[in-house]
């Protein structure tokens, strides 16, 4: 047994726990973070809000861009990971999950009440009407007036977005709302230049003030979004546990710091706290239960 997966169970045994994850917990179901070992080097701007609402030819090209790579997301399934987590959950040891990432993969594991702070890519809004509709459904009407479309995506990005030359994204039509006819339509996700919703935030507050651990799987903390609820947690010395692959912005404010593969390590620590019960579909490549993944 090593030193951190006990001290990591120790903490973890005592309940009151909130997640905190992000992008890394999601690589092993094919989804790359930007930091990690799988990281993918972004080669293009980030889409503000800004240019998102007031350039037609960005909002093209995103639209492109997004078509292709939403595709890829939606077929993402669970993987260890998560269902940990969810395991975790339903054994009563984490009173809150909160993401960054904009996947779904925690609801799909079998998780409950999950706060997703920067939204779903498999929601779509109208920026007029406010009417909310599935990407599935705006999917369908992209793929009926783009007949021809037949760009090939590359590697997605945890956004949902791939990389697409101009030539490839020439000729590609958007549609706007099927309700109000004239509407902007948007995913539901938080754009850079885009505040997450206040009353989003503030339930999130209120969850890291209420928990006795924070725990955070697979994000670097690199961006305020997150990383504001380790500084309150910190702050009010509610003890910060970070499981990670390579260093984060967070680290000198964490009890414990674990870098190890989250798919390995997590099914093992819920092995030894709450059972083997599996939750939400089959469990693959689970460590078996009382034997930790190495860590460091």
């Not at 790579?69 to 809150?96: E, S, T, Y």
């Not at 999130?204 to 609820?229: D, H, K, N, T």
């Amino acid at each position: 047994m090593t030193v951190r997966f006990e001290a990591l169970a120790s903490l973890v045994a005592g309940g009151g726990v909130v997640v905190l994850s992000g992008a890394g917990l999601s690589t092993e179901s094919g989804i790359p973070d930007y930091r990690g070992p799988s990281g993918v080097a972004r080669r293009h701007t980030p889409m503000t809000y800004q240019t998102f609402t007031r350039d037609a030819a960005a909002r093209r090209r995103y639209w492109a861009r997004s078509h292709l790579g939403w595709r890829l997301i939606a077929r993402a399934r669970p993987n260890d990971g998560h269902r940990a987590v969810a395991r975790l959950q339903q054994g009563g040891l984490v009173d809150g999950i909160v993401t960054q990432n904009v996947d779904g993969l925690h609801t799909a594991a079998g998780a409950t009440g999950v706060v997703e702070l920067h939204g779903r890519l498999d929601e779509v809004v109208c920026l007029r009407c406010g009417d909310r509709t599935s990407r599935e459904e705006l999917d369908l009407r992209l793929r009926q007036v783009n007949p021809g479309f037949d760009a090939v995506a590359g590697a997605v990005n945890p956004d949902g977005d791939v990389e697409l030359g101009d030539e490839q994204v020439a000729g590609f039509r958007t549609v706007g709302c099927a309700v109000c006819g004239t509407g902007m339509l948007k995913p539901d996700v938080v754009f850079f230049g885009e505040t997450v919703p206040a009353e989003r935030v503030a339930h999130c507050f209120a969850l890291v003030e209420a928990a006795r651990l924070l725990l955070v799987l697979g994000s670097s903390l690199a961006v305020m979004s997150g990383r504001r609820f380790v500084l309150r947690a910190a702050k009010l010395g509610v003890p910060v546990v970070i499981v990670n692959q390579g260093p984060t912005r967070g680290d000198a404010y964490a009890a414990v710091t674990v870098d190890a593969p989250l798919g390995r390590l997590l099914p093992a620590l819920a092995d030894r706290l709450v059972g083997g019960v599996p939750v939400g579909p089959g469990r693959v490549g689970a460590a078996p239960a009382g034997v930790p993944p190495v860590v460091r």
